[in-house]
């Protein structure tokens, strides 16, 4: 009498990258085997919870052999490819990804993205002297409730938002991508507002956003007074108070306050998504009263 | 039945599973993390049944919807159960190694035949057949399931039910196979481990049973009471009885949260002394002789709770709690102190590392395991064991190791206590909404944009021949008393069945009019079942 189970067989791929042999299991991505001999690669629509989109081509590399530069987080490792991460075609493209990106996109709540900006010498104002690239979208932020924000000036269309609202998380729906070249943008349908909307206010976009396109109103407004300070906040994780599921969430705290929530995308409980409850919910710990931000418990 | 009060399987195993039975539980808005699991098993190619009176948004994510009649759960399993015989698909082995009872339970399901199963739970019988068929075949099959099948008079009865499925197919006691009862709360599973019930220690450690006691007597120093107490619905009625005189109330909102709730506050405002222990001044402590403002468990105060899926994990402090709030074990500590007895000033950690001497199943989760390992599931005896992913893996060992098979339940259907009559034609069953929480003490907290869920569902047919348009303000009546509320005409909802949920209780008190018949085994009352009348409001001489 047995419940018989067939064990996982992991087979071995050995690569070659930057002249250094690695062995990772097979179906590892690049990106993923170059991160294993501490290789930092930089990504914008790539993060550990969604799949690949392909979308942004930060991440590209050399393989030897290939005509294209491939993105590393899409790209499985093959038996004795040859991977090339910082030669000049790679550092050259990377460069100018960078700054298109950013030229067009506020990208100053994004450290992550100004960090690899410098680091390969992007300068998005040489592109000023030419008026018609440097447009941004140019709207004002779209506020419709208590929760959350929407400013497209700081979106980069990287797809990340729409896939936790799809696929690979919420199964909702609720935004896409509409309209084509400079007039893309992240929608919900026929652009009502989000209550009108099919969303059901999970902020797992506000989760995935790397630019800070996405954001809690909490969040929007410190930054609107300029006392949003990363510098002086905590993280504290946690167990939600809300049914049984047991997500984890980190809180992150300034001046002993709750200014927004996350969850650990590496959570087997989360994969760092939440719901509403979990995202939202927290404030009955300290019912805000803003502009002074005194609890009223 | 298989003797371990919690939910066999973890999450992941859904995403491995072949066919998923969601039974009485709306997880998408309920449990909607858990539900981003059962997403992952469906687009790996799970097929889902979902048995639900109400055609729910978990509902709409099903291959089919079972839309069964409120209150005939068991007609439903019982009749799978002997197609699933009928059929010869059992799991003939598997029954008789690691079970008993089956000739009894043969002979005991034989009347309740698929058309006797329509007629009653109102699903057609080839949609019950296809769900028996696909449940028995599957390589790996869960059934999963909320307060929909537990919160009747017979709601042991519907589990019970369930459990025989699983019995008779050998879909238990493996991995992606299980039976997963998803907790309402985010400690209801801690506290049911920590022995906060009438009749456990810590471990489910039995308090009648002499060794068991002795070992908590050894550690507290102390002789501790070796009868049973009484459940949550027991103390109403001792209260109502007079027996029962005075009440400390930690965490709970009893007078909004109960059936028949304007009975329960009678009883309340009755008793000589009652002391209320929360963080927020409830409609309950507004009852109280004494309140006593504690700390928010997960965010001002250390500790653990426990999940679903047995994953017990810490929760932490990270802002300073207000006021003169205080953490719950140092209001209780501060009690014990002014009874005369001294227990300290321990830790959580403290606490935790004392219920690990005493609770053999808690003992390997140190803190710095709990901390290194993000959780751990029960049991976990030892400091070097990893945990256990799923339970009951025993039932398929040559040797069952001493243990008595897992017995096969009789059930018999019976249906809501409350008939439907001429005077209270419609039935109301009541539930949760995405974005509150309970009786709204928490979930009130924040503005939510798409907050509904005081409103009365109802199925158009229904509206239109009461001449009820949606929105407009009705009164809805029980043999228990009467609410005003709005209407929400939508068809997700069955002819003959309203919705609402019991978020609002300042807006509609909606407790006042569900029905307090209670489980005798469980003490959870019949919330789901309620007969009522609808009426305009000008015809109720209310407008």
Partial sequence: MTATFEPTVETTVSLTIDGSTVEVPAGTSIHKACESVDIDTPTLCWAENLTPVNVCRVCVVEVEGQRALVPSCARAVEDGMVVETDSERVRHSRKMVLEFLGSGVELDQAPELQKWMEHYGSDTSRYDQYELPALKMGEAPKIQDNLYIRDYDRCVLCYKCVEACGDDAQHTYAIAVSG??????????????????????????????????????????????????????EITRTVCSYCGVGCNLELHTQDDTIVKVTSPADHSVTSGMLCVKGRFGWQYVQPLDPPTRKRSR | MFGAGGGTS????????????????????????????????????????????????????????????????????????????????????????????????????????????????????????????????????????????????????????????????????????GLVPLRGQNNVQGGGDMGALPNKLPGFQDITNDEHRAKFEAVYGMELNPVNGRHLTLMFEAMGEGTIKAAYCI???????????????????????????????????????????????????????????????????????????????????????????????????????ELRSLSPMHAGMSYGRLEAEGGLQWPCPTDDHPGSPYLHGWLWDDDLGGRDPSPFSLTHHEGPKEHLSDEFPLRLTTGRALDSYNTGVQSSGFESPIRTG????????????????????????SPRGSVEMGVRV???????????????????????????????????AEFKAAAIRVEKLAAAGRE
């Fill in chain 2, 251 to 353: 965490g709970e909102n009893p007078a909004d949260s109960e059936a028949d709730s304007e009975h329960a506050r009678t009883l309340l405002e009755g008793l000589d002394m009652l002391v209320v222990q929360d963080i927020f001044m409830t409609r309950t402590a507004e009852l109280a002789d004494v309140v006593l403002p504690s700390s928010v468990g997960w965010a001002e105060c250390d500790g653990t709770v426990t999940s679903s899926e047995r994953r017990v994990q810490r929760v932490r402090a990270a802002v300073t709690p207000p006021g003169e709030c205080r953490h719950d074990h140092e209001i209780i500590g501060d009690l014990a102190r002014r009874m005369g007895v001294e227990w300290g000033n321990p830790t959580p950690e403290d606490l935790w590392d």
């Fill in chain 1, 180 to 233: 084509r070249g400079f007039d893309a943008r992240i929608s919900t349908e026929f652009d009502v507002t989000l209550p009108d909307s099919a969303c059901v206010y999970c902020g797992n976009c506000i989760g995935v956003c790397p630019t800070g396109a996405i954001q809690f109103k909490t969040e929007y407004d410190l930054r609107s007074v300029d006392d949003w300070r990363p510098d002086d906040q």
């Fill in chain 2, 454 to 477: 005081d409103e009365l569902d109802m199925n158009p047919v229904d509206a239109a021949g009461l001449g009820i348009e949606d929105g407009e303000r009705v009164l809805v009546s």
């Fill in chain 2, 10 to 177: 973890s999450y992941r195993e859904v995403e491995e599973t072949d066919v998923i039975l969601l039974w009485g539980s709306n997880a998408r808005e309920a449990h909607p993390i858990y539900f981003h699991h059962v997403l992952k098993g469906l687009d790996n190619g799970a097929t889902m049944y979902a048995v639900d009176p109400r055609r729910t948004s978990s509902a709409k994510f099903a291959d089919v919807w079972l839309g069964l009649d409120v209150g005939t759960d068991v007609a439903m399993a019982n009749a799978m159960g002997r197609e699933i015989i009928a059929a010869d698909l059992h799991n003939k082995a598997f029954i008789a190694h690691s079970s008993r009872g089956f000739d009894e339970y043969r002979a005991h399901v034989e009347p309740y035949t698929l058309a006797y199963a329509e007629e009653i739970t109102g699903v057609p019988a080839e949609a019950i057949r296809e769900a028996a068929h696909a449940y028995a075949t599957a390589d790996r099959a869960q059934i999963l399931w909320t307060l929909g099948i537990t919160e009747h008079h017979n709601g042991v009865d519907n589990v019970k039910s369930l459990c025989n499925l699983a019995l008779l197919t050998g879909h238990i006691g493996r991995w992606g196979s």
């Fill in chain 2, 490 to 524: 939508q068809p997700d909802i069955p002819i003959g069945l309203t919705f609402t949920t019991f978020h609002f209780p300042d807006l509609v008190d909606i407790n006042t009019i569900t029905n307090d018949e209670w489980d005798r085994d469980s003490g959870t």
